[in-house]
């Protein structure tokens, strides 16, 4: 048998449908982020009331952590040098131990955050 012509697809082809799936797969990654952020924005509450500080968590199934003021002995905040500039960071809070029972994070202005619950220690 004698070939007379013999081809594969078109490597044009090839990298055009390449280059689809490469910025097809970014996109769907970045839209998976998109909505984790929106998620995570909607679903963390921190509630600061005259009895305690709270935190609500969730939108179908909500969980709620409560430590009232009698109860609480410290609260610290940590900020990395993207949330000194941008002014958020991690709020902690702890009723005893070393390991802080409330962790808020990336909340905006935390050391303002930390004053309220402190002016309200008092």
Avoid at 24 to 37: A, H, N, Q, T, W
């Amino acid at each position: 048998m004698k070939v007379v012509y013999f081809s594969k697809s078109s490597v044009a082809r090839f990298r055009l449908l390449l280059l689809r799936d490469i910025i097809l797969s970014v996109v769907l990654v970045g839209i998976y982020f998109l909505i984790k952020d929106i998620w995570n924005y909607y679903s963390f509450q921190l509630i600061i009331s005259e009895d305690g500080v709270m935190l609500k968590q969730g939108i179908i199934v909500t969980k709620t952590k409560e430590i009232p003021f009698n109860n609480l002995n410290f609260v610290s905040v940590t900020q990395g040098v993207l949330g000194k500039m941008l002014n958020f960071g991690n709020l902690e809070i702890a009723t005893g131990g070393d390991d802080p029972d409330i962790i808020f994070n990336h909340i905006h202005d935390p050391h303002r955050v930390k004053e309220i619950i402190q002016n309200q220690l008092n």
